[in-house]
């Protein structure tokens, strides 16, 4: 019944290190998601502006033929 006892003890303290390394890398990668995230935000910001200069020119472009 000890060995029983020490085995059970044993196997629940090795989870839970599991479980805290476990939490420790879900927090560096919702760290990492979070912050590609924010550059995707701000390329997409990049990508608007190009578009919307590139048509600025296109239509001053297209008057300066006329």
């Not at 879900?26 to 990508?47: H, P, Q, V, W």
């Not at 608007?48 to 001053?60: A, E, P």
Request: with cysteine; glycine share 2%; proline share 0%.
């Amino acid at each position: 019944m000890r060995i029983l006892s020490i085995i059970m003890i044993l196997t629940l303290s090795s989870c839970m290190v599991s479980k805290k390394t476990f939490d420790e890398k879900c927090c560096a990668l919702e760290t990492e998601i979070t912050e590609l995230k924010s550059r995707c935000n701000g390329m997409d910001m990049k990508e608007q502006l190009l578009r919307q200069t590139i048509h600025d020119l296109q239509t001053k472009n297209d008057t300066i033929n006329k």
